[in-house]
């Protein structure tokens, strides 16, 4: 049975830090890149960032520079590590595991408020 269960969402103030971690199951994590996805309300699913099983990275232009995503093989799991965080990055924070095409397993999500 395939997994992926996030955790670290919560509330923090702008400009501050968190990281978030999705643990997947070792059956995948060796051949799916690994993506965050977020969701505001009223909005559609965005993809945020995306790590290949070779560690090749990328981004979404509205993080660039601000958020980090990783992934630690050993663990079979996939990081998110968000600064400088911004009310407009509230939402519900999705990990994904992906192929060529769209994600085939979604996590459950964790969220992520920006609010002072």
């Keep these: ?17 968190l990281r978030l971690s999705c643990a997947a199951s070792r ?4 051949i799916y890149a690994m993506a965050w996805y977020r969701q505001a309300p009223g909005k559609q699913r965005e993809l945020v960032a995306v790590i290949s099983v070779g560690g090749t990275t990328g981004y979404a232009d509205s993080v660039k ?3 980090t995503i990783s992934r630690e093989n050993a663990k ?5 590590q968000m ?34």
């Design 27 to 30: 059956s995948i994590f060796s």
């Design 76 to 80: 079979n799991t996939v990081y998110l």
């Design 83 to 116: 600064n400088s965080l911004k009310p407009d990055d509230t939402a519900a924070y999705y990990c994904a595991a992906q192929l060529a095409g769209p994600p085939v397993y979604w996590g459950q999500g964790t969220q992520v408020t920006v609010s002072s």
């Design 1 to 17: 049975q395939v997994q992926l269960v996030e955790s670290g969402g919560g509330l923090v103030q702008p400009g501050g830090s």
């Design 65 to 67: 520079g601000r958020f």
